[in-house]
């Protein structure tokens, strides 16, 4: 159920909306982030997303008494919390072991999960897909979502339950029918029987035969009287006392006292005869179970069930009786027909079951193999669409569909904001070069005009003005015709930058600070990643004006950093107050300042270690969602997720104070060059956000854990001399074939001088992160002469200045932008100046072989 749906039904059951309640009840979710992760990769035995399902559960209850307590009274939360929950679990409301154990699947805020993609999408259910709507992996997952458990099992139980159904109530039920109609025909023959004698009393009666000739004549003629397979089942007489009046078989009772006769020889046997008085005298009538000798034969006794019947007149007692083997041999040769039938029967729906199995597992394959080529097919296109310097609009009737990223950065508006009804209007105002665009728009959305290209003046959500082209292109949904609209900036180009897209400034620093105090002013994302839009232009200024790399650098760097801040700022404000300090860490490139436009995120997060180790994993829940929040806003604002996932979002960078400084224990104590291949990054540290004492702690911890392991740095230096300088050994660039371009990748030509400063700034005990930095105070430590000092810098700062052209051409291009430099893009000079600033990188290698592996040795 939708967040809206929710509120509908507990404001008719309750009277009370609670909107709050149930997008606290279902924030754990966020489609972007959810996306990454499918398309990076999971890890081993973990699911990212696993505390989401703790809010879903009626443990959650205690927490949503603290989250709103003072708003809602206590008895208005657990309304609405358990509504929410039994609504989507069916009625149930689960615990966390449910979630432990798999017998749920955690459900979350507006995602669809009972619908199934359709064989064709129409414009609506494409438009809720690329906005993040998913198949139930996660529930197709396990033994529950499997074929076998949905088609295959009840399959299965119909027929055992058929069976069952059988065995255990018809064939009980035809037994029980069988005995009624034997007991119903016994009772049919002593009424004849009875009819009889009557016929006589009557006689008797009227005088016609004296009451010894009637009685005489009428015990003769029942004597006679025969039925049965055999002929052999027959009628007898007594009378009240009881005494013996006829038997067929049995004349040696004739005119005995029956009163002691019992159906043994035990004494305790049952006295038939008393009880056949009994029964007469109580009810006129009666049945009753006993044991007697098998028709004719006095030598073989088997349980019987007999009928008697009061004569009132003469004080007789007639009856007659069945064997219960003759019954049973009736009821077993009605069982083997029935059993043989409904084998057959059971044969028949087992071999259709099969068949109807064959068919809906070919199905379902076919389905899987449908919905894994959707998802494959929307994934290809939105890694196209996002990964392309180009906007995009997926549109159709005029409603937009989707955007992408670029667009979303280029313009200032958010994907919401670009669904508006007049967003054309805004984003083309009326100028006579944007008449014709409008007005191929309009028409264009009512399919009378066929896609073509156009120059436009594009407005921005701050009110910039943009030189953009605009162009169609048409796609087909179910019933529908829809549009690709794409946005182009027309820029100047020059390999160093571009001109004509900025008015020329002079005090960069100043313009930077602006850039960085608009972001930290900002009050919502897309005034954040608005502002960031600006960025591009003004480093593509800076390097025509020719400013040092390190200037570069610390722009980005800054801008970054203030994004962090106010996406955490803008973060903490929908989640509430953190329930422990914290720093939010910038690893690597990020924590250096050595960033580029185009950087990816490496982050983590450090909180102090709660008091009570319960604590730990609700605390660790909040920061996991806090951490969710800023790195998708991140991803949003165009620094990408880490493709090795060294994110605060992974569980295994969202620690506690004390079990960071375990790790950096293990990795230290147990390095091996190898394994420091996969740390180098985590040895870069800075606190971007927070309490910085909790990142001082754990670098305090490296240096200590560092100086009580000497054989560490020599580890590491054979680490850092695995880093090869790209050259021949005939001091030439090496280069590696790219897409059919002899090419060389500018920042493995850097990493050698990052690892040397990383290592230096161990030894040294240096905090500061920066690279340029380090050289300063490694210069001032007389670890390295002035000479060198100044080397050095020039080293770095020539590959930088390189990478930062090479990267603004290949955005302004709108090429894929990477670091990887074609060398052909080069003059003669250029490369001459490349291959020796190369050639000196071996210095770097050079001092550490001599002060950490040779000093070791000697």
């Given amino acids: 159920m939708k967040i809206s749906e929710h509120a509908q039904r507990t404001e008719q059951l309750f009277g009370i909306r609670a909107e709050d309640i149930h997008k606290w009840i279902d924030g754990f979710f966020d489609h972007d982030g959810f996306d990454h992760y499918l398309r990076e990769g999971k890890l081993d035995q973990y699911d990212p997303y696993d505390h989401r399902r703790f809010r879903h559960c009626k443990e959650a209850l205690q927490e949503a008494y603290q989250e709103f307590d003072g708003k809602y009274s206590r008895q208005q939360i657990k309304n609405v919390v358990e509504t929410h929950i039994k609504d989507d679990y069916d009625g149930y409301l689960p615990s966390r072991a449910d979630f432990e154990n798999g017998t749920f699947t955690a459900k979350y805020h507006d995602a669809t999960h009972n619908e199934e993609l359709s064989a064709v999408l129409d414009a609506k259910e494409l438009a809720e897909y690329f906005d993040g709507l998913r198949d139930n992996e996660a529930n197709q997952q396990g033994f529950i979502g499997s074929f076998a458990f949905r088609i295959v099992l009840p399959t299965i139980l119909a027929i055992i339950l058929f069976v069952s159904a059988v065995a255990l109530v018809i064939i009980p039920l035809v037994e029980d029918s069988m005995m009624g109609q034997k007991q119903q025909m016994i009772k049919e023959l002593t009424s004849s029987a009875i009819s009889i004698v009557d016929s006589y009393v009557a006689r008797e009666q009227s005088g016609e035969l004296s009451l010894s000739q009637a009685q005489a004549k009428a015990a003769t003629e029942l004597k006679a009287m025969r039925y049965g397979d055999e002929n052999k089942d027959y009628f007898f007489i007594t009378d009240m006392h009881p005494r013996m009046i006829m038997h067929p078989y049995r004349k040696d009772l004739k005119g005995q006292d029956l009163t002691h006769y019992s159906d043994n020889e035990n004494k305790s046997g049952k006295h038939i005869f008393v009880e056949f008085t009994k029964l007469v005298k109580a ?136 669904q508006s009804t007049t967003i054309w209007q805004q984003l083309f105002p009326a100028n006579p070069k944007n008449t014709p665009l409008l007005q191929h728009l309009g028409e264009l959305f009512k399919h009378s005009a066929e896609p073509a290209e156009f120059e436009a003046c594009l407005s921005t959500k701050s009110g910039k003005q943009l030189d953009i082209i605009v162009s169609s292109s048409k796609i087909f949904f179910s019933e529908k015709q829809g549009h690709v609209i794409s946005f182009r900036p027309i820029t100047r180009k020059i390999y160093g930058g571009a ?360």
């Fill in 499 to 858: 001109y004509g897209l900025v008015k020329q400034v002079s005090d960069y620093q100043v313009l930077n600070s602006r850039v960085v105090e608009d972001i930290a002013l900002s009050d919502s994302q897309g005034g954040v990643v608005e502002t960031l839009n600006q960025l591009p232009d003004l480093v593509r200024e800076m390097i025509d004006a020719g400013s040092r790399p390190d200037n570069l650098r610390r722009a980005i760097g800054s801008a970054y950093d203030a994004a962090i801040c106010r996406f955490i700022e803008l973060s903490i404000q929908e989640l509430g107050k953190p329930p422990v300090p914290f720093s939010f860490i910038s690893f690597g490139s990020n924590a250096r300042h050595d960033m580029t436009l185009f950087s990816d995120q490496d982050n983590a997060i450090v909180f102090e270690t709660p008091k009570d180790p319960s604590k730990l994993k609700q605390t660790r829940r909040y920061f996991l969602h806090l951490a969710e929040r800023v790195c998708g806003l991140l991803n949003q604002a165009g620094y990408p997720y880490c493709d090795g996932l060294i994110m605060a979002t992974n569980h295994q960078w969202c620690l506690s104070l004390d079990e960071w400084t375990a790790n950096f224990s293990t990795w230290i104590n147990h390095a091996k060059p190898d394994s420091i291949l996969e740390l180098n990054v985590f040895f870069d540290i800075r606190a971007t956000y927070g309490k910085k004492q909790l990142v001082d702690s754990i670098q305090q911890h490296i240096q200590t854990t560092v100086q009580n392991q000497p054989q560490f740095l020599a580890t590491y230096a054979k680490n850092c001399l695995s880093y090869k300088v790209p050259l021949t050994s005939f001091k030439q660039i090496k280069t590696e074939n790219i897409d059919g371009v002899e090419s060389v990748n500018l920042k493995a030509c850097l990493r050698p001088m990052e690892i040397f400063c990383r290592i230096y700034a161990l030894k040294h005990d240096i905090r500061e992160a920066n690279t340029m930095t380090r050289l300063k105070q490694l210069a001032a430590k007389q670890e390295i002469d002035a000479m060198s000092f100044r080397e050095m810098v020039y080293i770095f700062d020539h590959i930088w200045q390189l990478r930062f052209m090479n990267q603004i051409v290949e955005y302004t291009d709108l090429r894929k932008v990477n670091d990887v430099l074609a060398l052909a893009d080069l003059t003669e000079l250029e490369q001459q100046n490349l291959r020796n600033v190369l050639k000196r990188i071996s210095l770097f290698h050079d001092k550490i072989s001599h002060d950490f592996l040779n000093a070791k040795s000697s």
């Fill in 283 to 418: 009810n006129h009538e009666g049945y009753l179970e006993y044991l007697w000798q098998w028709k004719d034969d006095a030598n073989k006794t088997a349980p019987k069930l007999s009928y008697v019947q009061a004569v009132e007149e003469w004080q007789w007692i007639v009856g007659t009786g069945v064997y219960f083997d003759d019954v049973q041999k009736e009821i077993d040769k009605l069982e083997q027909t029935l059993f043989t039938t409904f084998f057959l029967i059971t044969l028949g729906l087992s071999a259709i079951m099969s068949y109807i199995i064959g068919q809906s597992r070919t199905i379902e394959n076919r389905k899987k193999r449908a919905e894994v080529a959707l998802h494959e097919a929307k994934d290809r296109y939105r890694a196209l669409v996002e990964s392309s310097n180009e906007g995009y609009i997926l549109e159709a009737d005029g409603d937009i569909l989707y955007s992408n990223n670029r667009l979303h950065r280029m313009l200032g508006y958010s994907d919401s904001e670009l």
